[in-house]
T-cell receptor, first 114, second 113 residues
Framework: EPEVTQTPSHQVTQMGQEVILRCVPI?????FYWYRQILGQKVEFLVS????????KSEIFDDQFSVERPDGSNFTLKIRSTKLEDSAMYFC????????????FGPGTRLLVL | GEDVEQSLFLSVREGDSSVINCTYT??????LYWYKQEPGAGLQLLTY?????DMKQDQRLTVLLNKKDKHLSLRIADTQTGDSAIYFC?????????????FGGGTRVLVKP
């Protein structure tokens, strides 16, 4: 069964460094998402992406964040200058279409900012 | 804004039924989902229900939706030790842009043998 994959599974970085989290969505899906879950808190929506542009973003998704689909398979989340409070589990998801379609989640990348 | 709430913890004996409850505030929610998260793993979709339905059954899982009270529940029949996990409910709306999910805080279910 096709699944969403994410790399790396864990990343440790120093505050102020740039990180890129990578995702390979399910191949025929058109909508892509990033969510994050700070330890002990709710899973929060960050951004959705369709047709090579952001379709919606949350207040969390400020200028430090960017997303890109650099080729036909990868979907990346970049954090330019990490802060301690960016430490979280980051989930990528994809869906075949947007409206009412189930989102399939990857296993997540645990990011720790020191 | 949207808000989704769940109880934090549920303990159940193996073989019994589990009922996990969820409330949401946004009456325009169109789809409601249940996801399961096992330790160290991602979010696995269990089932979903469209807001014009009041019940959906899928093998051991039964979803009940009370749209008037904005209450969603997930019943797991014959609960097994493998059902121990965190269960998240989530809602989305029928909007043109993105279809973001809003999650509850998760209910940790512990199944005792």
């Amino acid at each position: 069964e096709p699944e969403v994959t994410q790399t790396p599974s864990h990343q440790v970085t120093q505050m102020g460094q740039e990180v890129i989290l990578r995702c390979v969505p399910i191949s025929n899906h058109l909508y892509f998402y990033w969510y994050r879950q700070i330890l002990g808190q709710k899973v929060e929506f960050l951004v959705s992406f369709y047709n090579n542009e952001i379709s919606e973003k949350s207040e969390i998704f400020d200028d430090q964040f960017s997303v890109e689909r650099p080729d036909g398979s990868n979907f990346t989340l970049k954090i330019r200058s990490t802060k301690l409070e960016d430490s979280a589990m980051y989930f990528c998801a994809s869906s075949p279409r947007g409206l009412g379609e189930t989102q399939y989640f990857g296993p997540g990348t645990r990011l720790l900012v020191l | 804004g949207e808000d989704v709430e769940q109880s934090l913890f549920l303990s159940v004996r193996e073989g019994d039924s589990s009922v996990i409850n969820c409330t949401y505030t946004d009456s325009s929610s169109t789809y409601l989902y249940w996801y399961k998260q096992e330790p160290g793993a991602g979010l696995q979709l269990l089932t979903y229900i469209f807001s014009n339905m009041d019940m959906k059954q899928d093998q051991r899982l039964t979803v009940l939706l009370n749209k008037k009270d904005k209450h969603l529940s997930l019943r797991i029949a014959d609960t097994q030790t493998g059902d121990s996990a965190i269960y998240f409910c989530a809602e989305s709306k029928n909007e043109a842009a993105g279809n973001k999910l809003t999650f509850g805080g998760g209910t940790r279910v512990l199944v005792k043998p």
